[in-house]
Nanobody, 124 residues
Framework: VQLQASGGGLVQPGGSLRLSCATS????????IGWFRQAPGKEREFVAGITYRGAVTYYTDSVKGRFTISRDNAKNTVYLQMNSLKPEDTAVYYC??????????????????WGQGTQVTVSS
């Protein structure tokens, strides 16, 4: 099982990035996908989640209206479009897979699969 996050980088405040999470080794069609982030000295937090067919999405309040999660099951890939980035969005971003978004929101330790992170730095 692999989840490969990519697309991070350095961007100025107000800029945009699109993160990708390429998956393999499991049936993505049966899994919800979540994006998480961890800033230095802070706990890892849930950022966004999408149900297994993409019908429902969830966002933490601080990113609502700026971030959009989407998925292309045919390409085994999930995306996080991040617009209007702020310095407080700076963190390592991770993708994860679990049958239920509620697990990812409330019980991170129970999540089935985790990917490695990609660094996002928002700075002028």
């Amino acid at each position: 099982v692999q989840l490969q996050a990519s697309g991070g980088g350095l961007v100025q405040p107000g800029g945009s990035l699109r993160l990708s999470c390429a998956t393999s080794g499991f049936a993505l069609d049966y899994y919800a996908i979540g994006w998480f982030r961890q800033a230095p000295g802070k706990e890892r937090e849930f950022v966004a989640g999408i149900t297994y067919r993409g019908a429902v999405t969830y966002y933490t309040d601080s990113v609502k209206g700026r971030f959009t999660i989407s998925r292309d099951n045919a390409k085994n890939t999930v995306y996080l479009q991040m617009n209007s980035l702020k310095p407080e969005d700076t963190a390592v971003y991770y993708c994860a897979a679990d049958p239920l978004v509620v697990t990812m929101r409330n019980s991170q330790n129970a999540v089935d699969y985790w990917g490695q992170g990609t660094q996002v730095t928002v700075s002028s």
